[in-house]
């Protein structure tokens, strides 16, 4: 029913011409939604008059006389025949068939107009050609014409009167012939084509005949000055010489030197040029011949006539480099890899330049004695509550600003054992070292330590007696105590300023400061500002947020946001300077302590920052740095056979760890402290250590080497906890260095078990060997010392050489069993697990006790 009601929709008007072509394209929408559109193409119908004939074709051109006619155009393509539906077609199938064949119509209108149209063209070139043999046959008949004329009047008059009468009617002819000839042959159309100019030549050259193949060549040149001028129009058919594209800089100077070669004869050779070249200790061929601006064929050649067969890519060292610039007649610049380092060392800057720098002061001392809670009565602040345990375990730099404006920067180190790297870097960087003593408590070991790097920096030194305000406060057994280390204080007729302070009451502090500035105009600190910086690093860390964070202590110039910069094995671009108060900051002058943001990486603490030209500057000398660090710690010791044996038949045990921390000084003094704790049967092997939360490489590591991870402050990102959980791994975590120690050191002790002591009870003689039983023997012994007792240990030597370490089985006094037998007497004993006795060995009986071990 579907299929009637289609049929009658779209059943087509009956007619005996139809003037419009119809076909159906069926479109096909979303939800099965579909609609057909009828596609029509109408025809042009020419209307006339009622009863008028149709207009007659206009009459032919009449065509010129020409050489040869052009061939006809091709007649035009027959519409290709429609293809008969197939038997049983849906409608898709259809609509799919019809857009199909449109397809294939359009593709071949398609390829057929792209063939008309290159015919169009060989046909246009065809009839270009055509019309430059005729203009030019045209000109060689108007020259012959012409020179037939200027002969005429030349001609002697030596001709018979008689024929006088006939030379008007000839020349009354020649004329018509004239006419007639140009009748006959039209004339076609002209171009004026604009000449290329061409240079001057010389005379010999312009002397020589023309060859007969310029003729053709005119007409090509021709037809491509037409293609190389664009698209050809009703104005510039006329006037083509307008609008013609200019020749460009380029082709006129090669055409002026080509001129000037031409006029000047062979071109004289060039001078050599000589080249300053840099030669590194080792260089390819290639990259040389570059330098050298020469060709890489006759480098090798040179090297060939040395006797060295080598490639252009191959290596060549230094020496033979050097041979090869002098040899082509360039000057050597040697230089080595260590050129690519900096060092400032050498680079002083002018006195006039420097101006005066705030004092850099370092506070040093044994562990709660009040270093910190003297620089927090000196700035306002309480930092100590911040320190886990009460002890500080990082180094920091503040700066304060006194009552008369004047700047002072302080650096507090931890007073740990554990941190004694960091006490030296801040000696070694600072201008005065305060000393403090506490009052109450005497000189310790890490006060005589700080001493010892004050004398070694060779920095001057305050002493400040600390804990005033309490009653065991006795300030003369310091000062005493002071002089058994060559220091002596002012009080004492010395040279060192001493000053008491209480931090918890402020009495002394204005003391401090005054004998501070007083040290500071004395030392006379100077520095320029105006250059690029170089600061010193103090402390680094990998912060979460901000990522490698480095303090730093600007020693010289003025550090600026934007400065590109490398520091150690590190690059980076200042992103961003803050102060110790957390205020951002644009730059940051001499002696003053800030945190820089930008690092590819974090630092080591002690490095120098130092500020470069660009950042393929400092990626190359941090490359070369890295490349340096590399080998350093993938260097082989020199070792011989008897180390390699010793390494071979070794029993240390080995304690694996990761470490990680939330500042580069502090993985310092782990790792330090637990190397400190290795010994000759056990030690520490520290298979990573870095700064920054725990991570999934660091469990990975950790899970595969069935190691601890120790975590100072820090703790593992969600992925690592779940890596932690899945694998087993053991996670320590602390924020006092003493108690990771301890309890590493326990650990430690737990993997060699307890200690075994053995203490020689008894030594008896063997006398005489019976029989006990079918296979076990009995000696009999005389007790020579102390006493034999049943179930101890006991060594059977044979001239003092261990035969057996066995246990006594039995022991017999008589025929009765006895538990020990004193020294003197006789006795029968079974050993257990061994027969091989023999009268005259010696039976040693000792105890084994277990105890606790410690590192």
């Known amino acids: 029913m579907s299929d009637d009601n289609d049929n009658q929709r779209t059943r087509k008007p009956l007619g005996l011409k139809r003037s419009v072509d119809a076909g159906e394209v069926k479109q096909t929408f979303s939800h099965g939604r579909t609609n057909k559109v ?71 209108m398609a390829e057929e107009a792209r063939k008309r149209e290159d015919e169009e063209r060989q046909r246009a070139e065809e009839d270009e050609r055509r019309r430059a043999e005729e203009n030019r046959r045209s000109e060689e008949e108007a020259e012959r014409q012409r020179a037939a004329a200027a002969d005429a009047p030349a001609q002697p008059e030596a001709a018979p009167v008689a024929e006088a009468p006939a030379a008007p009617e000839a020349a009354e002819a020649a004329p018509a012939a004239t006419a007639a000839t140009a009748a006959a042959v039209p004339a076609a159309r002209r171009f004026t084509p604009v000449e290329r100019p061409e240079p001057k030549r010389p005379a010999a050259l312009e002397a020589k005949p023309k060859k007969k193949d310029d003729k053709r060549a005119a007409p090509s040149d021709e037809g491509k000055d037409n293609r190389r001028s664009g698209k050809l129009t009703v104005t510039r058919a006329l006037n083509e010489d307008e609008g013609r594209r200019a020749r460009s800089l380029a082709a006129l100077k ?24 840099v030669v590194p200790e080792a260089i390819t061929v290639s990259e040389l011949a570059i330098r050298m601006a020469e060709k890489g064929a006759d480098l090798v050649k040179a ?37 690519v380092d900096i060092d400032s060392s050498a680079d002083e800057d002018p006195i006039e330049t420097q101006v005066t720098r705030p004092p850099v002061v370092t506070i040093m001392g044994h562990v709660d004695h009040g270093k910190t809670s003297l620089l927090d009565a000196l700035r306002g602040t309480d930092v100590v509550k911040g320190e886990a345990g009460g002890i500080t375990q ?29 006490r030296m870097r801040g000696a070694n960087v600072t201008d005065i070292v305060i000393l403090v003593v506490a009052g109450d408590d005497g000189l310790m070991p890490q006060t005589i330590e700080a001493i010892n790097h004050t004398k070694a920096a060779g920095v001057p030194m305050i002493v400040a007696i600390t804990k005033s305000d309490k009653p065991e406060f006795n300030p003369q057994k310091i000062r005493e105590r002071l002089l058994e280390h060559e220091i002596v204080v002012e009080a004492m ?17 204005d003391n401090l400061i005054d004998a501070i500035n007083l040290q500071a105009e004395l030392l006379e600190l100077k520095a320029r500002p105006d250059r690029d910086a170089e600061a010193t690093v103090i402390e680094a860390q990998l912060d979460k947020g901000r990522g490698p964070v480095a303090t730093v202590l600007v020693t010289r110039g003025t550090l600026k946001r934007g400065d590109t910069f490398v520091v150690g094995t590190q690059s980076g671009k200042v992103r961003a300077i803050v102060d110790d108060k957390g205020q951002q900051l644009k730059e940051a002058g001499p002696s003053m302590p800030v945190e820089v943001l930008g690092l590819g990486g974090v630092p080591s603490a002690g490095d120098n920052l130092t500020v470069v030209e660009n950042e393929q500057r400092a ?13 350093k710690r993938t260097a082989l010791a020199p070792t011989n056979f008897d180390t390699m044996f010793a390494g071979l038949t070794s029993n240390v045990i080995e304690f694996p760890v990761v470490v990680k921390a939330d500042v580069q000084g502090s ?10 704790l290795s010994n000759d049967e056990i030690k520490v092997r520290v298979l990573n250590a870095g700064v920054g939360a725990i991570t999934e490489s660091d469990v990975l590591l950790a899970g595969a080497s069935k190691a601890p991870i120790i975590g100072f402050n820090v703790r593992p990102n969600a992925k690592a906890r779940d890596l932690v959980k899945r694998d087993g791994v053991r996670m320590m975590y602390y924020d006092v260095i003493y108690h990771l120690t301890d309890a590493i050191a326990k650990e430690m002790a737990g993997e060699l078990g307890p200690e075994r002591i053995e203490t020689v009870v008894g030594r008896a003689e063997v006398k005489q060997v019976f029989p006990a039983g079918k296979k076990d023997k009995a000696a009999g012994l005389l007790v020579l010392e102390g006493a034999i007792r049943k179930g101890l240990f006991a060594r059977l030597t044979r001239q003092d050489v261990i035969v057996s370490a066995t246990k006594i089985h039995s022991l017999r006094r008589f025929k009765d069993d006895v538990d020990e037998v004193r020294a003197g007497l006789e006795c029968g004993v079974v050993l257990e697990d061994t027969n091989d006795i023999k009268p005259g060995d010696n039976l040693e009986v000792f105890s084994v006790e277990e105890r606790e071990r410690t590192l």
């Open 394 to 422: 990082h180094i920091g730099a503040y700066q304060i600003t006194t009552k008369d404006k004047a700047k002072i920067t302080f650096l507090d180190t931890p007073g740990h054992a554990a941190f004694t790297e960091m």
């Open 254 to 277: 090669r055409a002026r030197e080509k001129e000037r070669r031409g006029q000047g004869g062979p071109s004289k050779p060039r001078e050599k040029q000589v080249r300053d070249v």
């Open 493 to 509: 007729s010395g040279d060192v300023q001493d000053v008491e302070v209480s931090a918890k009451t402020g009495a002394g502090l």
């Open 619 to 631: 990626r190359e000398v941090a490359k070369y740095r890295q490349e340096l660090a590399t080998e």
């Open 38 to 108: 009828v596609v029509e193409v109408k025809r042009r119908r020419v209307l006339g008059k009622p009863g008028e004939a149709a207009p007659p074709s206009p009459p032919p051109a009449p065509e010129p006389v020409v050489a040869a006619p052009p061939p006809p155009p091709p007649p035009a393509p027959a519409p290709r025949p429609a293809r008969p539906a197939p038997a049983g077609e849906t409608p898709q199938e259809r609509v799919k068939r019809l857009q199909l064949e449109a397809e294939e119509e359009r593709l071949r």
């Open 667 to 676: 993985v310092e003094a782990i790792v330090n402290a637990l190397h400190n």
């Open 303 to 339: 090297l060939f006539n040395m006797g060295m067969m080598v490639t252009v890519n191959q290596t060549i060292d230094q020496d033979t480099a050097e041979l090869l610039v002098e040899e082509f007649g360039h000057n050597i610049t040697r230089v080595s890899a260590s050129d």
